[in-house]
Each structure stands twice: as structure tokens, then as C-alpha cells.
């Protein structure tokens, strides 16, 4: 079966860097996504990997290893605002994505 | 519009009611999708539809049926609702359903089966 693994629940603290977990085991392999959801609102994109490495976009860097089946979102200079749930999401073989249950980020003074 | 919309924002419905959920994009996206998110579960794809008049059966189809008639909307109709049914459901949409085209929500529709 397919299947998206994520801690259900992180604590940090404001200002800190904080890395969120994702491995996976999906029929075939055409990308990985993070989403951000703050609660009771939709999910938005954060980032895109698809081949082996870090991506970096301000704030927020992605890393990515296939051979591993495993990928983690770096979140740096934490803000309150980053209070939110982080969902890890596999685009398989049919070109559908497999999400996690997320992870739920919660942001200390 | 800007975006996509869904409606209801959220009902309350009888089981045994029909239900149609409503999903309309103005981003010209050819592919749309419909999933449905679960407290503890990750989002599950109920139908998708890759381009105008064609439509997929998802991980969780039955007890749905969805139609696409152009490229603007995506309803979602719920024939016979049950209280599993109890969710709520994600429209998205991406310009196409490959690559790393990322997928744009709508607010969600918070739906109750009682």
C-alpha cells in the first residue's frame, strides 16, 4: 500500500528552526509537495521537490531523497504566524498525490 | 471571482438527502479535484478530472459522482448522503495534473450527516 508518514505534533519555540519529517513508501514517484494549513482554512503551497537535494525559498527550505524515500521541511527565524499544520504530499505513479495526516506545528513565545 | 470558490461554506443534511456541492475556478486550470478531509487522516481523493468532459475515480469514489461539463466547474453530488459522509471537502484545481504544478485550494465546504 501507499503510505505517508509525519509526526502528528511539534512544539518550538519563536525564532528557532524547527525541521518537519516526511517519509514515504508510494507506487511510483513524481514529486513532493509541502502544503501549509492554518485551521479551519485551506491548504496553501509552500514547495516542490522532485529531484534529490535542498530547496530553498526565504524562510522555508525543502530537501528531498528519493533513495531514502524521505524528505523534510527546514523552517528558520520561527513567527507565531507559523502556528499551523504542515502536510507532506507524493505524487504517484498516476499522477495523483498521496498526502500525510500532517503535522501540527505549535509556535511558543 | 479570484481563484476558487466553493459553496455551501457549510449543511447541515438529513441522511438519505441528495446534495450537490458546488466548485467553480476562473484560473482556466485544466485539472480540477475533489477530497475530503478527515480529523487524523490525510486529504483523500474522491474524483478528479484532468480536462473538460473527462473525469477519474479517486482513493474514496463511492457514494459519488461528480461531472465535468466545461473547465469553470466541478459540482460534487452526493446521491444518498450517510453519516460517514460527514467532512469537509476540498475543491482544487492545477493547470495541468502533471509535473510540479502545484494544486490551489478552495475554502472548503464544511459538511454534517446527521
Known amino acids: 500500500g501507499q503510505n505517508i508518514d509525519q509526526p502528528t505534533e511539534m512544539t518550538a519555540t519563536e525564532g528557532a528552526i524547527v525541521q518537519i519529517n516526511c517519509t514515504y513508501q508510494?507506487?511510483?514517484?513524481?514529486?513532493l509537495f509541502w502544503y501549509q494549513q492554518h485551521a479551519g482554512e485551506a491548504p496553501t503551497f509552500l514547495s516542490y521537490n522532485v529531484l534529490d537535494g535542498l530547496e530553498e525559498k526565504g524562510r522555508f527550505s525543502s530537501f528531498l531523497s528519493r533513495s531514502k524515500g524521505y524528505s523534510y521541511l527546514l523552517l528558520k527565524e520561527l513567527q507565531m504566524k507559523d502556528s499551523a499544520s504542515y502536510l507532506c504530499a507524493v505524487r504517484d505513479s498516476n499522477y495523483q498525490l498521496i498526502w500525510g495526516a500532517g503535522t501540527k506545528l505549535i509556535i511558543k513565545p | 471571482i479570484a481563484g476558487i470558490t466553493q459553496a455551501p461554506t457549510s449543511q447541515i443534511l438529513a441522511a438519505g438527502r441528495r446534495m450537490t456541492l458546488r466548485c467553480t475556478q476562473d484560473?482556466?486550470?485544466?485539472?480540477m479535484y475533489w477530497y475530503r478531509q478527515d480529523l487524523g487522516l490525510g486529504l483523500r481523493l474522491i474524483h478528479y478530472?484532468?480536462?473538460?468532459?473527462?473525469?477519474g475515480k479517486g482513493e474514496v469514489p463511492d457514494g459519488y459522482s461528480v461531472s465535468r461539463a466545461n473547465t469553470d466547474d466541478f459540482p460534487l453530488t452526493l446521491a444518498s448522503a450517510v453519516p460517514s459522509q460527514t467532512s469537509v471537502y476540498f475543491c482544487a484545481s492545477s493547470k495541468t495534473g502533471t509535473g510540479g504544478d502545484e494544486q490551489y485550494f478552495g475554502p472548503g465546504t464544511r459538511l454534517t450527516v446527521t
Open positions: 508510494t507506487s511510483g514517484f513524481n514529486g
Open positions: 478530472s484532468n480536462t473538460a468532459g473527462t473525469t
Open positions: 484560473m482556466r486550470h485544466n485539472a
